[in-house]
Nanobody, 115 residues
């Protein structure tokens, strides 16, 4: 059973940047897809970035051009670089990973964009 632990959230001013990290308890090469979702109060959970085992990346329109997903196999870590943040980006950010047979979620890290 893989474990995912996120970090890097916090309070940032509008226009600022954050780097989120997600450390896996096993080799991330085992996952055919990894990514980040977010959930704001009163809203549905939404995908913000996804990376496949072929390194193809997907970003939905609200974050495209501002967010970048990447991973470091040596560190077994998934990253999300979030730039030009606005209040609309305030949410809990959750890491996920799937082997195709099993899906795993982290506990999430809070990102708050405010003055």
């Amino acid at each position: 059973q893989a474990r995912l632990v996120e970090s890097g959230g916090g309070l940032v001013q509008p226009g600022g940047s954050l780097r989120l990290s997600c450390v896996a308890s096993e080799s991330i090469a085992d996952f055919y897809v990894m990514g980040w979702y977010r959930q704001a109060p009163g809203k549905d959970r939404e995908l913000v970035a996804q990376i496949g085992s072929d390194e193809n990346k997907f970003y939905p329109p609200p974050v495209k051009g501002r967010f970048t997903i990447s991973r470091d196999y040596a560190l077994n870590t998934l990253f999300l670089d979030a730039n030009n943040l606005s209040s609309e980006d305030t949410a809990i950010y959750l890491c996920f990973a799937s082997t195709g047979k099993m899906a795993y979620w982290g506990q999430g890290t809070q990102v708050t964009v405010s003055f």
